[in-house]
């Protein structure tokens, strides 16, 4: 078993109140599932979080009775159940982002779909398992209003992500690796990852350092530090002061 370490913290809303986190994790004998719930694009649907709650749930219920069941079916598998008991119907769902880790004695998987990244680190460096349609669809103009969102939510000519549709699932980012080539694993919803990829205050070997010497938590308040420093968002230009965070450790290494 590796050792698993972990740091959550809610963020605020985008009229800069605190409201309750809409990441959540689980930790299954032989897998961690890290989900984070998109803000809706409407108001009359339920918020990301409800549904991430969800989701997480189904899913690891899904892992524990078939642990060796493909990623991509069971993720399926799990959206299916949770549209059908929720009445939830493609395109007109709460959404979220899913990564998951699974290991046995041989080999360590990683499914990422949406903004939250798995790196796994070894001889070979550093592997970034990230799913980049949504930052690149951002990046280009092309989100600019909630229809933007809309039309672009699970089109193939967009970005795939965990509602009602559960094809999304096998538009997963997959990476695999033999279990003794890998050291350790990190896990991060875009609250932190905006520390490596947009705020440019550390790389990924950084991250990892941090966390393993002074905990999860360093890497956390390293992020809200930087946007303590810029409260209106004037250096960094985002929606909210301050994302909900998770950053899962896995250290295969002991």
């Given at each position: ?16 109140r605190?409201?309750p986190t809409e ?13 984070d719930?998109?803000t ?9 979080g409800?549904?991430?709650?969800l ?8 892992l524990?009775?078939?642990p ?6 069971a993720?399926?598998?799990a959206?299916?159940?949770v ?18 880790l699974?290991?046995n ?11 939250s990244?798995?790196?796994a680190?070894g ?10 349609r949504?930052?690149?669809l951002?990046?280009?103009?092309l ?8 039309q ?8 795939w992500v965990?509602?009602?549709?559960p094809?999304?699932?096998?538009k997963?980012?997959?990476?695999s690796?033999s279990r ?6 990190l896990?991060?919803?875009d ?8 705020y440019g205050?550390f790389a ?5 350092q941090?966390a ?5 938590e360093?890497v956390l ?5 930087a ?8 250096r ?13 450790l ?5």
């Open positions: 078993m590796p050792e698993i370490s972990t740091a959550e913290r809610a963020g605020v809303g985008s009229d800069g605190p409201r990441d959540h994790i689980a930790l299954l004998d032989q897998a961690v599932l890290v989900l719930g998109a809706s694009p409407s108001p009359d649907l339920p918020p990301g409800w549904y991430a709650h989701l997480r749930d189904q899913l690891a219920q899904e524990r009775t078939n060796q069941e493909d990623l991509g079916k993720l399926a598998t959206i299916t159940a549209a059908k008991d929720n009445g939830l119907t493609p395109g007109n769902s709460p959404s979220s982002t899913v990564s998951i699974r290991w004695d041989s080999e360590i998987e990683a499914l990422v779909l949406a903004d990244p798995i790196v680190f001889q070979f460096g550093a592997d970034v398992v990230s799913d980049d949504l930052l690149s951002r990046n280009n103009g989100l600019q209003t909630g229809a933007d969102v809309r672009k939510r699970n089109a193939e000519d967009g970005f965990a509602e009602a549709d094809s999304a699932a096998h997963a980012v997959r990476r690796w003794t080539d890998v050291d350790a694993v896990i991060a919803t609250g932190v990852a905006i520390g490596v990829d947009e205050l990924w070997p950084e991250v990892l941090l393993k010497n002074k905990g999860p360093a308040d390293a992020v809200r530090a946007e303590n420093d810029d409260p209106h968002a004037v960094w230009p985002r929606a909210k002061r301050h994302d909900d965070q998770v950053l899962v896995a250290d295969f290494a002991g």
